[in-house]
T-cell receptor
Framework: GQQLNQSPQSMFIQEGEDVSMNCTSS?????WLWYKQDPGEGPVLLIA?????ELTSNGRLTAQFGITRKDSFLNISASIPSDVGIYFC??????????FGAGTRLTVKP | EAGVVQSPRYKIIEKKQPVAFWCNPI?????LYWYLQNLGQGPELLIR????????DSQLPKDRFSAERLKGVDSTLKIQPAELGDSAVYLC???????????FGPGTRLTVT
């Protein structure tokens, strides 16, 4: 079945540090989505990627659609305390419904 | 533009009781999703609607769960009867079309005692 692996599971970093997380799929995707979820809230869309090799930025966030179409990366530069949360990747299963990774929990120490 | 609206935000019920959740998607979004999110996990799809038609409900436990989207706008998700294992966050999302970006509501946190 479809496997969507997200790593790392959790990260503890110092404010100001850069962060990198990734997501891999057992099959080819034509879309990658990255979300952030704060406690008690729904996931909020950060970046959407639709083409292999695409590199897209949203402020301090940058995401890339891997050339193999089986992976994606999210980088956060110069982290700040409000970056704390859970980051999810998502991609379409069988070009249909989105499947979500288990998330990367980010903690930023001031 | 208003986002996806869900109500209630929180619900506590006793097992075997019924419960219903309501969702109002972003205006103009034809695709609507209901997801289940357990603690420490990503959202898992329960059902997807294209306008008023349920096109993917393979993950919906049909013995106790039901959903409807009348007139292709608002949607309700019902559980009857609720079980202890149904305690989770129920998220609604909408999208301009499938496999495009989805926008989530704040979710309903259900606790079954």
């Amino acid at each position: 079945g479809q496997q969507l692996n997200q790593s790392p599971q959790s990260m503890f970093i110092q404010e100001g540090e850069d962060v990198s997380m990734n997501c891999t799929s057992s099959s080819i995707f034509n879309t990658w989505l990255w979300y952030k979820q704060d406690p008690g809230e729904g996931p909020v869309l950060l970046i959407a990627l639709y083409k292999a090799g695409e590199l897209t930025s949203n402020g301090r966030l940058t995401a890339q659609f891997g050339i193999t179409r089986k992976d994606s990366f999210l980088n956060i530069s110069a982290s700040i305390p409000s970056d704390v949360g859970i980051y999810f990747c998502a991609g379409p299963y069988n070009n249909n419904d989105m499947r979500f990774g288990a998330g990367t929990r980010l903690t930023v120490k001031p | 533009e208003a986002g996806v609206v869900q109500s209630p935000r929180y619900k506590i019920i006793e097992k075997k009781q019924p419960v219903a959740f309501w969702c109002n998607p972003i205006s103009g979004h034809n695709t609507l999703y209901w997801y289940l999110q357990n603690l420490g996990q990503g959202p898992e799809l329960l059902i997807r609607y294209e306008n008023e038609e349920a096109v993917d409900d393979s993950q919906l436990p049909k013995d106790r769960f039901s959903a409807e989207r009348l007139k292709g706008v608002d949607s309700t998700l019902k559980i009857q009867p609720a079980e202890l294992g149904d305690s989770a966050v129920y998220l609604c999302a909408s999208s301009p079309s499938r496999v495009r970006e989805q926008y989530f509501g704040p979710g309903t946190r259900l606790t079954v005692t």
